[in-house]
């Protein structure tokens, strides 16, 4: 059973950086396509950044050039570097991992606000 598993998340200054994780077992890292979305208040879940299984990645154009998606195969941990941080990053991040079917995280709070 696939668990992804997230933390990181918190209350940042604008301009400020946070670094999440996502920890899962029970899969390949090297071998999956995983991904990190968002939610915010009243608003649809949107892609942030994805990793494909070559290590590829792409990311939306609003995060693009602030936030950097990695993972670390042996300690089956994926990554979101966010930097220059602005208050419409404010949402609910979650962990996707594509491994057969998709599983998904329950997700940590990033709430960018002075």
């Known amino acids: 059973q696939v668990q992804p598993v997230e933390s990181g998340g918190g209350l940042v200054q604008p301009g400020g950086s946070l670094r999440l994780s996502c920890v899962a077992s029970?899969?390949?890292?090297?071998?999956?396509?995983m991904g990190w979305y968002r939610q915010a208040p009243g608003k649809q879940r949107e892609l942030v950044a994805r990793?494909?299984?070559?290590?590829?990645?792409n990311y939306a154009d609003s995060v693009k050039d602030r936030f950097t998606i990695s993972r670390d195969n042996a300690k089956n941990t994926l990554y979101l570097q966010m930097n220059s941080l602005k208050p419409e990053d404010t949402a609910v991040y979650y962990c996707?991992?594509?491994?057969?079917?998709?599983?998904w995280g329950q997700g940590t709070q990033v709430t960018v606000s002075s």
């Open positions: 990793i494909i299984s070559g290590g590829s990645t």
């Open positions: 029970g899969v390949i890292f090297s071998m999956a396509a």
């Open positions: 996707n991992i594509l491994w057969g079917i998709n599983y």
